[in-house]
């Protein structure tokens, strides 16, 4: 089992639809979940990361984490066809690198 | 912000070269972290560093050595070159102190090797 798992997809979407990406991970003791945007031929950027149990907001962007179910996900309102980007979920278990999950390509359409 | 900097963002080289990356951030962070990334097989950790002249393998350092002799740079070596590392390089930096520290990239080097 991978440490980190996500759907590869890709996820399609229509514009100014939700679009809900997933990731679970295995290590209970994980302490914080990041979620990252990488548009093709980029490197990974930071959008938000999340540590308590619930949901946290930032502009169209919600991530929300259950730690009991272990997983962590990323909810984006109104999406954009510049949202079409791989989404990259990682997790910190204590380890000095983040594990990252494989991606979810998203793809809005217009 | 965090700067993160690949010395070069596109770089062709020749099988058996010995070829050289450099990475450079400017936030004092003590990790700092090699990535290659190929299509269907995510990020992958080469060799990572917590702290200077301090390094640590990571899922697939065959091939590859680093060297960090200041705490802004870590340079990643391809000893000698083989075509099947033909890929992108990422380098990353990450501060101590908090499990809200982020991993910080650059823009990425891709790198041939003929």
């Known amino acids: 089992q991978k440490e980190v798992e996500q759907n590869s997809g890709p996820l399609s979407v229509p514009e100014g639809a939700i679009a809900s990406l997933n990731c679970t991970y295995s290590d209970r003791g994980s302490q914080s979940f990041f979620w990252y945007r990488q548009y093709s031929g980029k490197s990974p950027e930071l959008i938000m990361f999340?540590?308590?149990?619930g949901d946290k907001e930032d502009g169209r962007f919600t991530a929300q984490l259950n730690k009991a179910s272990q997983y962590v996900s990323l909810l984006i309102r109104d999406s954009q066809p510049s949202d079409s980007a791989t989404y990259l979920c990682?997790?910190?278990?204590?380890?000095?690198?983040?594990?990252f999950g494989s991606g979810t390509r998203l793809q809005v359409q217009p | 912000d965090v700067k993160v900097t690949q010395s070069s963002r596109y770089l062709v080289k020749r099988t058996g070269e010995k070829v050289f990356l450099e990475c450079v951030q400017d936030m004092d962070h003590e990790n700092m972290f090699w990535y290659r990334q190929d299509p269907g097989l995510g990020l992958r950790l080469i060799y990572f560093?917590?702290?200077?002249?301090?390094?640590e393998k990571g899922d697939i350092p065959e091939g590859y050595s680093v060297s960090r002799e200041k705490k802004e740079r870590f340079s990643l070596i391809l000893e000698s070159a083989s075509t099947n590392q033909t890929s992108m390089y990422l380098c990353?930096?990450?501060?101590?102190?908090?499990?809200?520290?982020?991993?910080?990239f650059g823009d990425g080097t891709r790198l041939s090797i003929l």
């Open positions: 560093s917590y702290d200077v002249k301090m390094k």
């Open positions: 990353a930096s990450r501060g101590t102190g908090s499990r809200n520290q982020p991993q910080h």
């Open positions: 999340i540590y308590s149990n």
């Open positions: 990682a997790v910190y278990t204590g380890r000095r690198a983040l594990t």
